[in-house]
């Protein structure tokens, strides 16, 4: 069974530039996830989704933020524009509703985002 | 608020001694809980959970952890440590109001040396 896929692995950009990564969970999950982990710190979600529905972005920074998951498959997150502090890895996870509900995230390698 | 808290950014332990990686937590109602492991330059992966029932709970590559409900703790444990264990171990929690939503901890960096 093929993981949770996401590109790019690493993203360098100046400040104010725009970016995007994409995430192709695991098929059949319809539960996907955007997390941002910082230096030394835990994942913190950015954005959950059922099927096409964004149930709880109450984290996503809206005014830079964006996030789409068109079909319920493919998700994409963006940032326009980015600030020196969106340094971080970008995770995306995935997991079936019954497996979301006890605890068996199928994360992605990460993106990782520095911003100069 | 919710929380977690892994007291600990380091843990050293010799191989083959056993190795606990704490983890306490402050979240209402009877929480999910879990452990995931991340790997240099890898995404996490999932080694554990506790639900409900026994307080002991076994999990991939030999981890355990146990429930604490009255300290609030769930700690991971491992009999013989591995240098192959040495890793980013993160201790998460579901709250059972929104079972889809998860807090973790900032991580206790495992260092195994042979």
């Known amino acids: 069974e093929a993981g949770v896929v996401q590109s790019p692995r690493y993203k360098i950009i100046e400040k104010k530039q725009p970016v995007a990564f994409w995430c192709n969970p695991i098929s059949g999950h319809n539960t996907l996830y955007w997390y941002r982990q910082n230096l030394g710190q835990g994942p913190e979600l950015l954005i959950r989704?059922?099927?096409?529905?964004?149930?709880?972005d109450s984290q996503l920074p809206k005014d830079r933020f964006s996030a789409e998951r068109l079909k319920g498959v493919d998700s994409t997150l963006k940032i326009q524009p980015a600030e020196l502090g969106d340094s971080a890895v970008y995770l995306c996870?995935?997991?079936?509703?019954?497996?979301?509900?006890?605890?068996?995230?199928?994360f992605g390698e990460g993106s990782r985002l520095t911003v100069l | 608020a919710q929380s977690v808290a892994q007291p600990e950014d380091q843990v050293n332990v010799a191989e083959g001694n056993p190795l606990t990686v704490k983890c306490t937590y402050s979240v209402s109602g009877n929480p999910y809980l879990f452990w995931y492991v991340q790997y240099p330059n890898r995404g996490l992966q999932f080694l554990l959970k506790y639900i409900t029932g026994d307080n002991l709970v076994k999990g991939s590559y030999g981890f355990e952890a146990e429930f604490n409900k009255s300290q609030t703790s769930f700690h991971l444990k491992k009999p013989s440590a591995l240098v192959s264990d040495s890793a980013l171990y993160f201790c998460?929690?579901?709250?059972?109001?929104?079972?889809?939503?998860?807090?973790f901890g900032s991580g206790t960096k495992l260092n195994v040396k042979p």
């Open positions: 998460a929690v579901s709250p059972t109001y929104n079972f889809n939503k998860f807090y």
């Open positions: 996870a995935s997991s079936t509703p019954d497996r979301g509900g006890t605890g068996e995230l199928f």
């Open positions: 989704y059922e099927n096409e529905e964004a149930v709880d």
